[in-house]
């Protein structure tokens, strides 16, 4: 039996979350933006009357007050973002248990068993619509089809384009809806792929789709390269609307509860700096295995003990971040603060780091100081160079003065060298 597979996005999140929060605002162009007393400041969600101005996500907000000058500027509350989020899980979940979060505002939602209970799809959408908005003030539209990347197709090409914010696209109907739009409306093409397609002869989704396999595999291995292959396939298989991939839920809420590392020292430590370079490598290591399992985490722990099991020395300690992060570098700032804040400076032998108060990394945060998905991919690189050879692959620097744990242990197994 084919499947029902919604894609579930919602206009203009930020800004119609603050809307519903400030009716005097309805009908006025709004933007959530960093830094609301800065011009540098970046938009990052226009409101529908903003945009019918011109302003655009991801300009800067004196762009941004050049075209609108009566602009209303809100400054961002992620935490209430991510908790309306989470509510409108809860609606999706309410039609079926087979719900993905994608991003912050978008969700995939598998309804194949569920239309004996709630009627057809389009029948199911409005149902989700009318909720969300009732629920929230949020308006959603909905892609139908009958696997993910077609989901997405149908949402992004059509559902968002229409009045009533639905749309159907079977795989029969490919053809006829999605192969005459440009190439870079496609999912997952961004400028530069654009580019090379357009230099392929590449000006449609269809012109792609109709390549035989093997011989766009070859087109594009000469542009960028013998790894492209499976960058190829995707691209293949997303132009002809093939996706075996399902709707898989988060796994977080049934599963684990703490990501922790501990490490007994080869002998007392006693100088900070020593302890710092233990701590990051523990930092480093909390972080690795939660972006490997998709968690990230508010609360970070740090216990550290003294070696004299007669005379126990030491303390364990927490604090609650204010965003969830799975991001070494901020994990670590926390470790050090609180190792800081409760050390003694009595010996130490044993340290420990733990992630607690974990969610999915599915949603996760925009910071507006720095670029916090680049700096996720950076991470997902080096976790995946370690993860193919071997942690020791890539260190930080620090790791090689004499007190550095992370690269002799990696030659171990278990405390056992290899
Ligand atoms: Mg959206």
């Known amino acids: 039996m084919k499947k029902v597979i919604m894609l579930a996005d919602c206009q203009s999140f930020y800004a119609s979350v603050e809307k519903a929060a400030h009716p005097e605002y309805a009908d006025q162009p709004v933007v959530v933006a960093g830094d609301p007393a800065r011009r540098s400041g970046i938009v990052l969600t226009a409101c529908p009357i903003a945009k019918s101005h011109g302003v655009k996500t991801a300009e800067t907000l004196g762009e941004a007050l050049g075209k609108c000058p009566e602009l209303v500027v809100i400054r961002p509350r992620m935490r209430t973002y991510i908790d309306v989020s989470l509510m409108i899980t809860k ?6 248990d087979l719900v993905e979060i994608f991003s912050v505002d978008e969700q995939f939602i598998d309804v194949t068993g569920s239309l004996k209970y709630f009627g057809s799809a389009e029948e199911i959408a409005n149902q989700i619509q009318t909720k969300i908005m009732l629920a929230t003030g949020v308006w959603s539209r909905v892609g139908i089809s009958e696997n993910k990347v077609l989901a997405k ?8 384009k229409n009045s009533e914010g639905v749309f159907v696209l079977p795989q029969a109907e490919v053809s006829r809806h999605l192969w005459p739009l440009p190439i870079s409306q496609m999912f997952g093409v961004g400028g530069r792929m654009t ?3 357009l230099r392929m002869g590449i000006h449609t989704i269809g012109d792609l789709a109709k390549i035989p396999l093997a011989k766009f595999k ?3 291995r000469a542009r960028m390269g013998k790894q492209s292959d499976i960058q190829a396939e995707l691209f293949w298989q997303t132009a002809n609307g093939i996706d075996p991939s399902p709707v898989s839920p988060g796994t977080f809420s049934s599963g684990q509860k703490a990501i922790g590392h501990g490490m007994t020292l080869p002998v007392d430590y006693s100088r900070k700096e020593d302890i710092e370079v ?9 972080c690795r295995r939660s972006r490997a399992k998709g968690y990230m985490g508010r609360v970070v722990s740090v216990g550290a003990n003294g070696a004299d099991y007669d005379r126990p020395t030491g303390f364990s300690r ?4 204010p965003d969830s992060t799975n991001i070494t570098k901020e994990v670590y700032a926390a470790v050090r603060s609180l190792f800081h804040r409760h050390w003694d400076g009595q010996p130490v032998r044993r340290l420990g780091v733990a ?4 969610a999915s990394d599915s949603i996760y945060q925009l910071s507006l100081f720095e670029d916090r998905e680049k700096i996720r991919r950076l991470e997902q690189t080096t976790d995946s160079i370690k993860n193919r050879y071997g942690s020791s692959a890539i260190l930080r620097a620090s790791s090689l003065m ?14 056992h060298y290899k």
Not at 278 to 286: A, K, T
Not at 318 to 321: E, I, K, S, V
């Open 218 to 220: 070859q087109m594009l």
């Open 91 to 96: 609606i999706y979940e309410s039609f079926s």
């Open 195 to 197: 580019n090379h397609f």
């Open 355 to 358: 992630l607690t108060g974990l």
């Open 153 to 160: 197709q149908a949402c992004d090409n059509f559902a968002k």
């Open 278 to 286: 233990v701590l990051l490598e523990l930092s480093e290591e909390v």
């Open 318 to 321: 927490q604090m609650t971040l």
């Open 402 to 415: 004499a007190s550095g744990q992370a690269r002799e242990r990696s030659a171990k197994i278990g405390g």
